[in-house]
């Protein structure tokens, strides 16, 4: 992700491989700045971002970040493998709030006033495109440039065994 610029934190339209879809940018903590550690590794993503004087801007503070993936086979199911973690402190029930769309559809959603604090991972199975899909994660709560925080996130093709038709 390069440099961080406000030390242990910075604001981006993109780092490789993701970009925040021409929405608001999103937010980058590193060290725990957040009041979080990483899930894994030493960097996460928040989905509520503001600019580096603190300001809101004019689009509101909630971030997006998503990726375009190539090379699904239509039909064929995936699993989107992430965890999520509500933000610390954030002081409003629904702050950490977010969504998770494939292909423009949404596929699963958080209610962090329903939440369990600290880091949970979450699966979810989606169909494959063919063409290319975008995989996205939206922070839905309140603008408040605190929300939901994303970490380690994987897409994996799933195989089905039958085990009917397997030779003993």
């Known amino acids: 992700h390069g440099p961080l610029s406000q030390g242990n934190w910075g604001t981006f339209s993109s780092i490789p491989g993701w970009t925040d879809g021409g929405r608001i940018d999103f937010e980058i903590q590193q060290n725990g700045v957040g009041g979080r550690a990483a899930q ?12 580096f004087n603190g300001n809101t801007p004019p689009n509101g503070t909630n971030a997006t970040i998503q990726q375009e993936v190539h090379g699904t086979e239509a039909g064929e199911i995936y ?39 600290g880091w949970q991972k979450i699966a979810i199975s989606v169909y494959g ?40």
Not at 81 to 110: C, H, L, Q
Not at 138 to 152: F, H, K, P, V
């Open 79 to 117: 699993e989107i493998t992430f965890w999520y973690a509500p933000r610390p402190n954030d002081g409003n029930s629904d702050s950490s709030s977010m969504k998770v769309s494939w292909n423009g559809v949404e596929v699963y959603s958080i209610n962090s006033a329903e939440a369990m604090d």
């Open 129 to 168: 495109a063919g063409a290319p899909a975008v995989l996205a994660f939206t922070g839905t709560g309140q603008e408040n440039s605190l929300g939901a925080l994303i970490d380690n996130v994987s897409l994996c093709r799933c195989y089905i065994v039958d085990e009917d038709d397997i030779d003993t």
């Open 40 to 51: 894994d590794g030493n960097a996460l993503v928040e989905l509520d971002a503001h600019d």
